[in-house]
């Protein structure tokens, strides 16, 4: 009988991670066989999940609460599953799914039903994450067409702004005298005075 280890992963340092704790407990796996990522699930190369692997022997189990805790990327979970459970010959549970149990149904229809529900389950979670992308780049589009500023806020401009840049745009100066003028670098003082521009029309 091999050792049964435990995975779990959080997009980012401030997510939880508390529920998939309590169910690997309700597992059994001790925290010494317990690895935590917080990291995006985009890819494999995850410190956690890299040294579990060189852990892992014939025999092992590895338990997750969902395919998503896996990875988010269809045809990495496909290849991490074949790994695993082909050349690893590890037994991995899916908590969530429970078709998702290579220790039960080792026969070719068993393998045959897991491994659709796999391919179902990877192309749900890799979708879900370009939906989630895609809802981001259009409230960031939506919130730049209402008027919502992104990064930081500009510093106010100074004093003598407005006077330096009437004399630099009659002629009467140069660029980087404007600049010298306004107490800033030149390629600031013309970001700056495009912005003056459109906002004064």
Known sequence: MGKVYGY???????????RQYVAMREQF???ECLYVDKVSGKDFRRPQYQAMMRRLKAGDQLCITSIDRLGRNYEE????WRILTKEKKVDIVVLDMPLLDTRRDKDLLGTFIADLVLQVLSFVAQSEREN???RQA???AAAKVSGVRFGREPKPLPVAFSKAYELWKDGAISASEAARRCGMARSTFRYRAESFEKDKS
Request: no cysteine; glycine share 4%; charged share 30%.
């Open 132 to 134: 989630i992308r895609r």
């Open 8 to 18: 779990i992963r959080v997009s980012s340092m401030d997510q939880n991670e508390m």
């Open 29 to 31: 796996i001790v925290s």
């Open 77 to 80: 979970i496909q290849r991490q």
């Open 138 to 140: 259009e409230g960031i």
